[in-house]
C-alpha cells in the first residue's frame, strides 16, 4: 500500500525535483475502475493543493502554492492529476483526473505573461510558454466514470502543464531556446 492516503499529509520533501528521472519518462496508464490505493493517493494530492493555498496550513507545513500535481510529481509512476484553482471568473475548479487524454484542441494559442511555474522546479525561469487557448479532454474520474471535459484560457493552460507532466515534458522545453520571449510565427496567439 502506497503511503500516500487520504490522511498523508504531502509536504514538499515529498515532491520530486527536476533531475528525477521519473520527470522525464511517459506514465503508465491505470487500470479501470481504480484501486482503494489510486482513489487515496489523488485524495492526498488534492489535499496538498489545497493546504498549498491555505495561508494556515502552507505556514505550518512549509508548502509553496500549487494549482496542479501529477502523480509522477510525488514519485508515482500512475497516469493521473489534480488540478484545485479558481479561473478568471472566480469558478473554482477541483478535478482529479485519471488516463486523461487530450481529443482535440485550437488553433489559437495563449500564454501567461509571468511564464508558468512548477512545484518541481526550485529555480526561476523566465519566458513565455505557447499553450492552446481551448482544449477538450477524455478523462476518469475517482470512481471510474468517463468524464469528457472542455477548458479555456487559464484553465487550459493548467491542464496542459500537468499532461505534459504525464508524458515526461517540463513547461521549459517549451520555451524557445534562442529567445526566451519569443512566440511562434503564424499563429494567433495573446497573453491571457
Given at each position: 500500500?502506497s503511503?500516500f492516503t487520504s490522511d498523508?499529509?504531502?509536504?514538499?520533501?515529498d515532491?520530486?525535483r527536476?533531475?528525477?528521472?521519473i520527470?522525464?519518462?511517459?506514465v503508465?496508464?491505470?487500470?479501470?475502475p481504480?484501486?482503494?490505493?489510486?482513489?487515496?493517493?489523488l485524495a492526498?494530492m488534492?489535499?496538498?493543493l489545497k493546504n498549498?493555498?491555505?495561508p494556515?496550513?502552507?505556514?505550518?507545513?512549509g508548502?509553496?502554492?500549487?494549482?496542479?500535481l501529477?502523480?509522477n510529481?510525488?514519485?508515482?509512476n500512475k497516469?493521473?492529476f489534480?488540478v484545485?484553482f479558481?479561473?478568471?471568473?472566480?469558478n473554482?475548479?477541483?478535478?482529479a483526473l485519471?488516463?486523461?487524454?487530450i481529443?482535440?484542441?485550437?488553433?489559437?494559442?495563449?500564454?501567461?505573461?509571468q511564464?508558468?511555474?512548477?512545484?518541481?522546479?526550485?529555480?526561476e525561469?523566465s519566458g513565455?510558454?505557447?499553450?492552446?487557448?481551448?482544449?477538450?479532454?477524455?478523462?476518469?474520474?475517482?470512481?471510474g466514470?468517463?468524464?469528457?471535459?472542455r477548458?479555456?484560457?487559464?484553465p487550459?493552460?493548467?491542464i496542459q502543464?500537468?499532461?505534459?507532466?504525464?508524458?515526461?515534458?517540463?513547461?521549459?522545453?517549451r520555451?524557445?531556446?534562442?529567445n526566451?520571449?519569443?512566440?511562434?510565427?503564424?499563429v494567433?496567439?495573446?497573453?491571457?
Open positions: 500500500m503511503k498523508y499529509v504531502i509536504t514538499m520533501k515532491i520530486v527536476e533531475g528525477d528521472p520527470l522525464r519518462q511517459i503508465d496508464e491505470i487500470s479501470l481504480p484501486s482503494e490505493e489510486d482513489r487515496e493517493e492526498s488534492m489535499q496538498f498549498s493555498q491555505d494556515a496550513a502552507s505556514k505550518k507545513y508548502l509553496r502554492a500549487g494549482v496542479g501529477s502523480a510529481q510525488i514519485g508515482l497516469r493521473m489534480v484545485y479558481t479561473d478568471e471568473k472566480g473554482l475548479h477541483e478535478y485519471i488516463n486523461p487524454k481529443i482535440s484542441t485550437s488553433t489559437a494559442m495563449v500564454y501567461l505573461p511564464s508558468e511555474g512548477c512545484l518541481s522546479v526550485d529555480r525561469i513565455y510558454v505557447p499553450r492552446y487557448e481551448r482544449i477538450k479532454l477524455k478523462a476518469f474520474d475517482p470512481k466514470n468517463e468524464l469528457n471535459l477548458f479555456k484560457g487559464f487550459a493552460v493548467v502543464h500537468e499532461m505534459d507532466h504525464l508524458n515526461g515534458i517540463m513547461f521549459y522545453d520555451i524557445n531556446r534562442e526566451p520571449f519569443k512566440l511562434p510565427e503564424n494567433d496567439i495573446r497573453s491571457i
